[in-house]
């Protein structure tokens, strides 16, 4: 799998800190913006998401590059209403050539077991196999041959989202609850985002970290001392 923030709001701290302070100035938006120091807009930050005033969040935005994830993945992932998506399609393009197999990801615990991955193995040369058939000997489109791919075919896509949304997303992904691959694309997610908006996103992780408690009731991991060591940022 590969994460890479491409693209994100210049300065980001100091928009954040401009959407907060334009509301109770009667100052212009440009005299203010203009006067905003580094040191002010981190100020400002960290109040503002330590009262849980998320929606200036929204004015900046991040845009990943997601890559070698399956379908499962991307389908989850999807679901987010409030980000843009652009995935690579299935039924535009031919991910075969004859004898070569369809990329897909493999799950850890198939392959550990030698049945299973020799069995997933198999699926997948005879998905191969049926792809390249239908797009290159039977005529048939590949809006109907993609039928014939496993869930686990590899995926690429780009994804836009205001920084609200994405401290939103990584609460839920970054969960010990959350499916493992959605959950390895939240930490690497956090990770990039950190880099840039430290303010914010050194608060983010999953709820235990984030509020302090934990919303899964009797379904809870019960590893929540050690979740929150493990989202703690170094110092």
């Excluded at 994460?3 to 401009?18: F, H, Q, R």
């Amino acid at each position: 799998m590969k994460v890479k923030l491409i693209d994100y709001t210049a300065n980001p701290a100091a928009i954040i800190a401009l959407g907060a302070r334009v509301c109770y100035t009667n100052k212009d938006v440009t005299e203010v913006a203009e006067n905003i120091t580094k040191e002010e807009a981190v100020k400002f930050v960290n109040k503002i998401v330590d009262a849980k005033h998320m929606s200036v969040l929204e004015h900046v935005n991040f845009t990943f590059a997601v890559e070698g994830v399956s379908r499962i993945m991307t389908h989850q992932l999807v679901r987010h209403r409030l980000c843009t998506f652009h995935e690579r399609s299935q039924r535009y393009v031919n991910m075969t050539k004859l004898g070569e197999l369809v990329p897909v990801v493999e799950p850890l615990t198939i392959a550990q077991h030698p049945e299973a991955h020799a069995m997933y193995a198999k699926l997948n040369a005879l998905a191969s196999e049926f792809l390249f058939m239908c797009m290159n000997e039977w005529n048939i489109p590949g809006e109907d041959a993609r039928f014939g791919l496993l869930q686990g075919t590899e995926s690429q896509l780009i994804m836009t989202c205001n920084a609200a949304e994405l401290v939103h997303i990584l609460k839920l992904r970054t969960c010990n609850r959350a499916q493992w691959e959605i959950r390895e694309f939240g930490f690497r997610c956090l990770a990039e985002a950190r880099k840039v908006l430290p303010e914010v996103f050194n608060k983010v992780g999953p709820s235990c970290y984030a509020e302090g408690k934990c919303p899964e009731g009797r379904m809870t991991c019960g590893k929540m001392i050690e979740v929150q060591k493990e989202f703690t940022p170094e110092a």
